[in-house]
Nanobody, 124 residues
Framework: QVALVESGGGSVQAGGSLSLSCKSS????????MAWFRQAPGEEREFVAA????????YYADGVKGRFTISRDDDHDVGFLQMNNLKPKDTAVYYC?????????????????WGQGIQVTVSS
């Protein structure tokens, strides 16, 4: 059974930066597609970014391109989301998700493993 634990959230003013981490335990992370989703109050969970296993190819939602960077450290079973130039609309609970031996998907229902979520709040 895999466990994903996010860390690094918090509060920041608009224009600031935060770095999220997702630590995987229970299986080898290097064969997992990994993604970040977010959910604002009253909204559906939405895709933010994903990184493929093997190739390390990355994919981003249009609203975060050029501001967010997803990466992974397979030696330590950790994924990252570097968020720069944050905006109030980025305020949400951010979730790490993974799926073993999988391609990249943009829908939350396609991922089998989830972290508990972490709050990111951006004030204007």
């Amino acid at each position: 059974q895999v466990a994903l634990v996010e860390s690094g959230g918090g509060s920041v003013q608009a224009g600031g930066s935060l770095s999220l981490s997702c630590k995987s335990s229970g299986r080898t992370f290097k064969s997992d597609a990994m993604a970040w989703f977010r959910q604002a109050p009253g909204e559906e969970r939405e895709f933010v970014a994903a990184i493929a296993w093997g190739t390390g190819n990355t994919y981003y939602a249009d609203g975060v391109k050029g501001r967010f960077t997803i990466s992974r450290d397979d030696d330590h079973d950790v994924g990252f989301l570097q968020m720069n130039n944050l905006k109030p609309k980025d305020t949400a609970v951010y979730y790490c998700a993974a799926k073993r031996y999988s391609g990249i998907f943009y829908y939350s229902t396609d991922y089998t493993d989830w972290g508990q979520g972490i709050q990111v709040t951006v004030s204007s």
